[in-house]
């Protein structure tokens, strides 16, 4: 009999727990199973804005992290990323045709177009840069400054990658033995010669 008591109490409690959550506007405020139901209420939703609130933090960290990848790509790897080639540029910042170079996009190697630079290097630029592009080609010899030696990366002035090594054979060095090539050279031969160049650096 007791038992059966306490389990309809505990049924009615539930019963009404339920209608409070049901209906949260339900008046009757000074009623203790209300003012319980009304705490299970109040509860019940922090878990779940807990998780709602949670939820969009994961997403912004994976965000920021997908983003920071090719950045770090480009600043660490292959010195041919846009990002290196743009930082490396900033060395002609200023110079002849930089804006303009700027803009272009770097058409891809291959060995056909490796093939087609040594060519044009053998025909434009080795009587000042030297056959091997050490920088000791006769017509060369008594400019000052001396024609650069195109093989160690950390002599050249201003830029060593695809974009400045395009923009110096293209608009040249004012003031140097460096002339512009651009009206001499197609754009398909100077970037032809700048992946040829770029292939003797170390
Ligand atoms: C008449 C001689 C001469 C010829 C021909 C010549 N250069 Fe040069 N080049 C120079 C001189 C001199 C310098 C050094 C300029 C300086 O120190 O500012 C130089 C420097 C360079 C540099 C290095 C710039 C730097 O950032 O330090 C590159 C790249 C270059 N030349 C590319 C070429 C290419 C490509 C050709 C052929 C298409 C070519 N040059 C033909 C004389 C020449």
């Given at each position: 009999m007791a038992l059966n008591r306490w389990l309809g109490t505990l049924l009615i409690v539930s019963a009404l727990g339920f209608a409070g959550c049901g209906q949260?506007?339900?008046k009757n405020p000074d009623s203790q199973p209300t003012a319980a139901a009304t705490k299970t209420m109040a509860e019940t939703p922090a878990p779940a804005e807990t998780a709602a609130a949670e939820t969009p933090a994961p997403a912004e960290t994976a965000?920021?992290?997908?983003?920071?990848?090719?950045?770090?790509?480009?600043?660490?790897?292959?010195?041919?990323?846009?990002?290196?080639?743009?930082?490396d540029f900033e060395n002609a910042d200023g110079m002849a045709g930089y804006e303009d170079v700027l803009k272009m996009e770097v058409p891809p190697s291959s060995p056909d177009v490796l093939a087609k630079g040594k060519e044009v290097f053998a025909?434009?630029?080795?009587?000042?840069?030297?056959?091997?592009?050490m920088g000791d080609g006769a017509a060369g010899a008594n400019l000052d400054p001396k024609p650069r030696n195109l093989t160690v990366a950390s002599e050249y002035k201003y830029g060593h990658l695809e974009l400045a090594v395009y923009r110096t054979g293209a608009y040249g060095v004012e003031g140097t033995g460096m002339a512009p090539l651009g009206d001499v050279l197609e754009p398909e031969e100077m970037w032809a010669v700048t992946h040829y160049i770029r292939s003797l650096q170390k």
């Open positions: 949260p506007t339900k965000a920021p992290d997908a983003a920071a990848t090719p950045a770090e790509a480009g600043s660490t790897a292959a010195a041919g990323s846009r990002e290196a080639m743009e930082e025909a434009n630029c080795a009587s000042c840069h030297g056959d091997a592009g």
